[in-house]
Every structure is written in C-alpha cells, then in structure tokens.
C-alpha cells in the first residue's frame, strides 16, 4: 500500500547497543526525512536530505547518525541510546525538499523502546 | 511560543455531525499548509492541502486565514470510519516542517 517502507518495524536495544533503521521509498523522490513521534508530543523532525545532501539537523544529538546512500534509501544509525529516546521513528519522503506544497509520504514507522 | 498550535480535544460527536477544527501558526511568513489524518499506531497520510482560496474534497473542506494565522478543517456528515488523530502541518521556508500535536476525533455510532 505504501511507498515508503521502514525496517525493522519494532526493535529492542539496551543502551550500549549499536542498531539501525532502514528506510527505503520507491516513489522516485528526491527528499527524505526523519522523525521523533513520542507520546503526547508533535512529530519532531530529526533529518532532512534533499537529493542525498543532508540540509538539515535540527539539533539532534550525536547519538543519531543519518546516511543517505542514495535518494531512495535512508538510515538512521543508533548508538549508546537513552530510555528517553524510545519512541516511534518515521522515515518520509517527498519529490524535492523545500517546494511550495511538498507532500511528504510516511512509512509504518519503528517502534523504538531503549531498555 | 509553539510553531503550531491545535485543540488535543478529544473530540467525540455522533455519526452524522459536523466538526470542526482549527490550528493556529505562528510564523507569518508560512509557505505551506497541510492536513494529515493519523489512525492509532499508523503513519501520517495526507488528507488534504489547504489553500489560499480554499478547498473541498467531498465532505472534507479546508480554509486558510493568513491574517488571523489558523487553518480550518471541516468535516461534515461524519462517518465512524473519520476516527482519527488530525495534524495540522505548516512550512515556512526552507524545509522545515512543522506539525500540531493533533486533534482526536471519534465519531460514535
């Protein structure tokens, strides 16, 4: 149904654990994103690339770290989490970041819970 | 102050009503306007974009007022299967992407 699909779909890490999401759109977009949907609170935006160009962080710690191989897939490489950071990550994408109207196209997501 | 602003709500109406709900933005210069629906432990998706002029897709209709700053969500004639969380999404410039805390809705038989 969706053109945007995320792995795993639910992950279990402690906190010294080195882990990574995987996102992957076949909509032929040049933008991808990340976000943080924690409970209660609006959906963070974490990462953008635009055609693999990483063009914005927007202040998210270290512990997070993006990759962007080429415009179809994204990752998000985890290590040394927090319990603070469990949370639903979702990946996104849209034809080119930064246009007038651009709709973003949401994966299923991973339900993250750091132990 | 929060980029954008919505009611959490929840809100419960009976099959049939009209509700209506409104988000407010604080950056005058937003670019961009959107509606995402979210049903419990799915995605966002794209409900509708919200235009300057307006717009309607069936029983769904979307208004903007950039002088007060909020957009507007109306959904008439509701039907059980409109349960659901509705984000309001706004972009200045650039590329970022601001998103409500959204507003619950469930439609009761």
């Known amino acids: 149904e969706t053109g945007v699909t995320q792995t795993p779909r639910h992950l279990v890490m402690g906190m010294t654990n080195k882990k990574s999401l995987k996102c992957e759109q076949h909509?032929?977009?040049?933008?991808m994103y990340w976000y943080k949907q924690s409970a209660k609170k609006p959906l963070e935006l974490m990462f953008v690339?635009?055609?693999?160009?990483?063009?914005e962080n927007n202040s998210v710690p270290s512990r997070f770290s993006p990759e962007c191989p080429n415009s179809s897939h994204l990752f998000l490489h985890l290590h040394t989490l927090q319990p603070e950071d469990s949370a639903l990550y979702l990946c996104?994408?849209?034809?080119?970041?930064?246009?007038?109207?651009?709709?973003?196209?949401f994966g299923p997501g991973t339900r993250l819970l750091v132990l | 102050r929060k980029e954008v602003e919505q009611d959490p709500g929840p809100f419960n109406v009976p099959e049939g009503a009209t509700v209506a709900f409104n988000c407010t933005y604080s950056?005058?210069?937003?670019?961009?306007f959107f509606w995402y629906r979210q049903d419990c432990r799915k995605e966002p998706k794209l409900l509708m974009s919200?235009?300057?002029s307006g717009n309607e897709d069936g029983r769904f209709t979307a208004q903007l007022n950039r002088a007060s700053q909020y957009i507007s969500l109306l959904i008439r004639d509701s039907k059980l299967s409109d349960s659901a969380t509705y984000l309001c999404?706004?972009?200045?410039?650039?590329?970022?992407?601001?998103f409500g805390t959204g507003t619950s809705l469930t439609v009761i038989p």
């Open positions: 909509l032929g977009h040049n933008a």
């Open positions: 999404v706004v972009t200045p410039m650039g590329n970022q992407f601001y």
């Open positions: 919200v235009y300057s």
């Open positions: 690339y635009n055609f693999k160009e990483q063009t």
């Open positions: 996104a994408s849209s034809p080119a970041a930064g246009g007038f109207q651009e709709t973003q196209y």
């Open positions: 950056n005058s210069a937003s670019q961009s």
